[in-house]
Protein backbone atom coordinates (compact mmCIF):
# COMPACT_ATOMS: atom_id res chain seq x y z
CA UNK A 1 0.00 0.00 0.00
CA UNK A 2 2.95 2.75 0.89
CA UNK A 3 4.89 2.21 -2.29
CA UNK A 4 1.67 2.48 -4.21
CA UNK A 5 1.07 5.74 -2.25
CA UNK A 6 4.23 6.90 -3.06
CA UNK A 7 4.20 6.45 -6.79
CA UNK A 8 0.88 7.72 -7.26
CA UNK A 9 2.08 10.91 -5.53
CA UNK A 10 4.89 11.19 -7.46
CA UNK A 11 3.24 10.79 -10.78
CA UNK A 12 0.85 13.74 -9.70
CA UNK A 13 3.92 15.82 -8.35
CA UNK A 14 5.19 15.18 -12.41
CA UNK A 15 1.73 15.90 -13.91
CA UNK A 16 0.59 18.77 -12.09
CA UNK A 17 3.57 20.39 -11.00
CA UNK A 18 3.35 23.47 -8.74
CA UNK A 19 -0.52 23.25 -9.54
CA UNK A 20 -0.58 20.65 -7.04
CA UNK A 21 -1.37 21.80 -3.40
CA UNK A 22 -2.70 18.87 -1.48
CA UNK A 23 -2.92 15.38 -2.11
CA UNK A 24 -4.90 13.43 0.27
CA UNK A 25 -6.09 9.61 1.76
CA UNK A 26 -9.43 9.44 3.39
CA UNK A 27 -11.66 6.51 4.31
CA UNK A 28 -11.09 2.95 5.58
CA UNK A 29 -7.26 3.43 4.80
CA UNK A 30 -6.71 6.89 6.98
CA UNK A 31 -9.58 5.61 9.81
CA UNK A 32 -7.49 2.17 10.21
CA UNK A 33 -10.57 -0.02 9.09
CA UNK A 34 -8.75 -0.96 5.77
CA UNK A 35 -9.79 -4.48 4.60
CA UNK A 36 -7.55 -5.36 1.23
CA UNK A 37 -10.31 -7.65 0.22
CA UNK A 38 -13.37 -4.89 0.83
CA UNK A 39 -11.85 -1.92 1.20
CA UNK A 40 -10.49 0.87 -1.42
CA UNK A 41 -7.57 3.79 -1.18
CA UNK A 42 -9.65 7.08 -1.82
CA UNK A 43 -7.65 9.88 -2.73
CA UNK A 44 -8.55 13.49 -2.75
CA UNK A 45 -6.70 16.25 -4.78
CA UNK A 46 -6.77 19.98 -4.66
CA UNK A 47 -5.64 22.03 -7.67
CA UNK A 48 -4.98 25.75 -7.70
CA UNK A 49 -6.36 25.80 -10.96
CA UNK A 50 -8.62 23.21 -12.33
CA UNK A 51 -9.87 23.51 -15.91
CA UNK A 52 -9.53 20.82 -18.74
CA UNK A 53 -6.41 20.76 -19.43
CA UNK A 54 -5.12 20.68 -16.02
CA UNK A 55 -7.29 18.08 -15.31
CA UNK A 56 -5.95 15.86 -18.48
CA UNK A 57 -2.70 15.92 -16.88
CA UNK A 58 -3.64 14.13 -14.37
CA UNK A 59 -5.42 11.19 -16.61
CA UNK A 60 -2.08 9.20 -17.46
CA UNK A 61 -1.74 8.44 -13.23
CA UNK A 62 -5.26 8.51 -12.63
CA UNK A 63 -5.65 5.91 -15.42
CA UNK A 64 -2.38 3.78 -13.94
CA UNK A 65 -4.06 4.18 -10.43
CA UNK A 66 -7.13 2.64 -11.53
CA UNK A 67 -5.20 -0.32 -13.07
CA UNK A 68 -4.33 -1.04 -9.52
CA UNK A 69 -8.06 -1.56 -8.27
CA UNK A 70 -8.41 1.88 -6.77
CA UNK A 71 -11.37 4.86 -7.90
CA UNK A 72 -9.78 7.46 -9.87
CA UNK A 73 -8.92 10.64 -7.19
CA UNK A 74 -11.60 13.19 -6.52
CA UNK A 75 -9.99 16.48 -8.05
CA UNK A 76 -11.25 19.77 -6.52
CA UNK A 77 -9.75 23.34 -6.90
CA UNK A 78 -9.03 25.50 -3.82
CA UNK A 79 -12.20 28.11 -4.21
CA UNK A 80 -14.99 25.12 -5.36
CA UNK A 81 -13.54 22.80 -2.17
CA UNK A 82 -14.81 25.25 0.11
CA UNK A 83 -18.04 26.65 -1.88
CA UNK A 84 -19.03 22.63 -1.82
CA UNK A 85 -18.75 21.74 1.95
CA UNK A 86 -22.49 22.23 2.22
CA UNK A 87 -23.49 20.30 -0.08
CA UNK A 88 -20.53 17.60 0.92
CA UNK A 89 -21.09 17.82 4.80
CA UNK A 90 -20.80 14.22 5.35
CA UNK A 91 -18.21 13.11 3.31
CA UNK A 92 -16.17 16.32 4.13
CA UNK A 93 -17.16 16.13 7.78
CA UNK A 94 -15.30 12.14 7.62
CA UNK A 95 -12.51 13.10 5.78
CA UNK A 96 -11.88 15.90 8.50
CA UNK A 97 -12.52 13.52 11.26
CA UNK A 98 -10.01 10.94 9.76
CA UNK A 99 -7.56 11.76 6.78
CA UNK A 100 -4.06 11.35 5.74
CA UNK A 101 -1.76 14.12 4.30
CA UNK A 102 0.57 12.53 1.34
CA UNK A 103 1.21 15.63 -0.20
CA UNK A 104 0.86 19.06 0.42
CA UNK A 105 -1.27 21.73 2.58
CA UNK A 106 -3.30 20.34 5.63
CA UNK A 107 -6.46 21.47 3.62
CA UNK A 108 -8.68 20.26 6.23
CA UNK A 109 -6.61 21.44 9.59
CA UNK A 110 -9.04 24.20 9.41
CA UNK A 111 -11.93 23.37 7.55
CA UNK A 112 -15.57 24.79 7.94
CA UNK A 113 -18.37 22.64 7.01
CA UNK A 114 -21.05 24.24 7.69
CA UNK A 115 -24.81 21.58 9.14
CA UNK A 116 -27.33 23.88 7.09
CA UNK A 117 -28.27 20.64 5.05
CA UNK A 118 -26.57 17.92 6.92
CA UNK A 119 -29.65 16.40 8.13
CA UNK A 120 -31.38 16.27 4.56
CA UNK A 121 -28.18 14.76 3.12
CA UNK A 122 -28.42 12.26 5.99
CA UNK A 123 -32.34 11.37 5.26
CA UNK A 124 -31.76 11.69 1.24
CA UNK A 125 -28.68 9.33 1.54
CA UNK A 126 -30.09 6.55 3.93
CA UNK A 127 -33.64 6.43 1.32
CA UNK A 128 -31.41 6.39 -1.55
CA UNK A 129 -29.42 3.58 -0.46
CA UNK A 130 -32.35 1.55 1.19
CA UNK A 131 -33.78 2.03 -2.84
CA UNK A 132 -30.53 0.92 -4.20
CA UNK A 133 -30.56 -2.37 -1.65
CA UNK A 134 -33.86 -3.66 -2.93
CA UNK A 135 -33.28 -3.07 -6.22
CA UNK A 136 -29.79 -4.49 -6.60
CA UNK A 137 -31.57 -7.48 -4.35
CA UNK A 138 -33.40 -8.37 -7.80
CA UNK A 139 -30.86 -9.66 -9.55
CA UNK A 140 -28.68 -10.96 -6.40
CA UNK A 141 -31.52 -13.32 -5.42
CA UNK A 142 -30.65 -17.21 -6.19
CA UNK A 143 -27.28 -15.94 -6.60
CA UNK A 144 -24.66 -16.82 -3.95
CA UNK A 145 -21.73 -14.98 -5.03
CA UNK A 146 -23.65 -11.82 -5.73
CA UNK A 147 -25.49 -11.94 -3.18
CA UNK A 148 -22.53 -12.03 -0.49
CA UNK A 149 -21.38 -9.13 -2.88
CA UNK A 150 -24.69 -7.52 -2.51
CA UNK A 151 -24.11 -7.79 1.27
CA UNK A 152 -20.60 -6.38 1.85
CA UNK A 153 -20.35 -3.71 -0.79
CA UNK A 154 -23.53 -1.95 0.97
CA UNK A 155 -22.36 -2.00 4.52
CA UNK A 156 -19.52 0.69 4.48
CA UNK A 157 -22.29 3.32 3.19
CA UNK A 158 -25.12 2.28 6.02
CA UNK A 159 -22.30 2.62 8.18
CA UNK A 160 -20.92 5.83 7.45
CA UNK A 161 -25.07 7.16 7.49
CA UNK A 162 -25.54 5.53 10.87
CA UNK A 163 -22.34 7.70 12.15
CA UNK A 164 -23.65 11.17 10.97
CA UNK A 165 -27.11 10.33 12.44
CA UNK A 166 -25.72 10.00 15.94
CA UNK A 167 -23.89 12.94 15.06
CA UNK A 168 -26.67 14.98 13.99
CA UNK A 169 -28.45 13.70 17.28
CA UNK A 170 -26.53 14.64 19.61
CA UNK A 171 -24.83 11.16 20.59
CA UNK A 172 -21.24 10.54 20.82
CA UNK A 173 -20.11 9.01 18.02
CA UNK A 174 -17.89 5.50 18.23
CA UNK A 175 -14.74 4.76 16.81
CA UNK A 176 -15.14 1.58 15.69
CA UNK A 177 -18.13 0.18 13.45
CA UNK A 178 -19.94 -2.06 15.38
CA UNK A 179 -20.11 0.34 18.25
CA UNK A 180 -21.26 2.50 15.95
CA UNK A 181 -24.56 0.08 15.25
CA UNK A 182 -24.84 -0.61 18.81
CA UNK A 183 -25.05 3.05 19.93
CA UNK A 184 -27.51 3.82 16.90
CA UNK A 185 -29.63 0.73 17.53
CA UNK A 186 -30.23 1.74 21.47
CA UNK A 187 -30.99 5.17 20.20
CA UNK A 188 -33.51 4.55 17.47
CA UNK A 189 -35.02 1.21 18.77
CA UNK A 190 -34.15 -1.46 15.93
CA UNK A 191 -32.64 -4.51 15.91
CA UNK A 192 -28.84 -4.66 15.49
CA UNK A 193 -27.83 -8.10 14.56
CA UNK A 194 -28.49 -8.34 10.90
CA UNK A 195 -26.23 -5.35 10.61
CA UNK A 196 -24.13 -7.11 12.72
CA UNK A 197 -23.66 -10.16 10.81
CA UNK A 198 -22.78 -8.30 7.54
CA UNK A 199 -20.34 -6.56 9.19
CA UNK A 200 -19.03 -10.11 9.80
CA UNK A 201 -19.23 -11.69 6.45
CA UNK A 202 -16.78 -9.20 5.60
CA UNK A 203 -14.19 -11.07 8.09
CA UNK A 204 -15.46 -14.24 8.20
CA UNK A 205 -13.15 -17.47 6.60
CA UNK A 206 -15.81 -20.01 6.08
CA UNK A 207 -18.25 -18.90 2.91
CA UNK A 208 -21.98 -19.00 4.55
CA UNK A 209 -24.57 -20.93 2.72
CA UNK A 210 -26.98 -19.29 0.38
CA UNK A 211 -29.58 -20.07 3.24
CA UNK A 212 -27.92 -18.77 5.71
CA UNK A 213 -27.34 -15.18 3.34
CA UNK A 214 -30.84 -15.24 2.98
CA UNK A 215 -31.59 -14.69 6.74
CA UNK A 216 -29.17 -12.23 6.58
CA UNK A 217 -30.54 -10.25 4.19
CA UNK A 218 -33.92 -9.85 5.64
CA UNK A 219 -32.57 -9.04 8.95
CA UNK A 220 -29.85 -6.13 7.37
CA UNK A 221 -32.53 -4.81 5.40
CA UNK A 222 -35.78 -4.74 7.94
CA UNK A 223 -32.67 -2.76 10.30
CA UNK A 224 -31.71 -0.09 7.28
CA UNK A 225 -35.06 0.30 6.94
CA UNK A 226 -35.99 0.91 10.33
CA UNK A 227 -33.43 3.10 10.62
CA UNK A 228 -34.63 5.28 7.52
CA UNK A 229 -38.32 5.79 8.99
CA UNK A 230 -37.14 6.72 12.28
CA UNK A 231 -34.68 8.94 11.47
CA UNK A 232 -37.58 10.49 8.62
CA UNK A 233 -39.56 10.81 11.62
CA UNK A 234 -37.56 12.31 14.04
CA UNK A 235 -36.08 14.95 11.36
CA UNK A 236 -39.85 15.93 10.53
CA UNK A 237 -39.97 17.25 14.17
CA UNK A 238 -37.55 19.53 14.30
CA UNK A 239 -38.96 21.14 11.42
Given at each position: M????????????????????????YGSAATGEFQPRHS?????????RLDGAELQKLTHTSRWWEKKGHPAPLVFDRDELHRSADVFAIEF???QRS?????????FANFDVPLDLHRQQIERELRTNVLRLR???????????????????????FIV???????????????SRRAVVESLAAKLGFDAVGVLQ?????????EPSYAELERV????????THVVEEIDRRFDQLQ
Open positions: EKDLAELVDGLKLAAGANLKAVVLDLNILCVLELDINRVLFGENIQSYLTAAKNEKALHRLLTESISSLFRHALLAEGAPVPQVLGLREAVRFHAYLGAV
